[in-house]
């Protein structure tokens, strides 16, 4: 779990066009030289492997499947949504795609990101043209999953800001 979630960590950093410096060398004094070269390694393979699943979790279903314990995921209420599931909530809230607005931006707010699974799949369903003009807020109150939201959303040019904080509560750690 301390090898994912620097994983996402060191990714985000470096995705966030060095406006999160000082929190990746907070994070990088943890580790060897060795082990940052294999994070970037690990960073390739991660892009490489979203290229051939297009709009899809990767991140989400890995952290369910292997850095979050089952214990976890009954204590945190922590669940990953099926691709499938996202696609058709994705159709449903879309609706008549005639009903968008032609030249506005359109907002989405997202209160429990989690990976950004739905705001994938929202994108996905989204032509181009439209894709461009949405500005998703994602809030999620783990900030791991704000840092897979942020890489994901990021990596498919989804312009989405991410928020660490409590939808229910108000509360907001980190913007």
Known sequence: R????AFVRFAACALAAQTREAEYLEEAKRWERQELDLFGKALGALVLEMEGRPFEDVLGGYYMEFALSHKGQQWNG??????PICDLMARITLGDMESLPKERTITVCEPACGAGAMILSFGQACPPDVRRRLRVTAIDVSRVACDMAFVN?????????????NSLSLECWAA
């Open 153 to 165: 959303t990021t990596l498919w040019g989804i312009p989405t800001r991410v928020i660490h904080g």
């Open 2 to 5: 301390k090898v994912f979630d």
């Open 78 to 83: 922590e669940f990953h949504t099926p691709k």
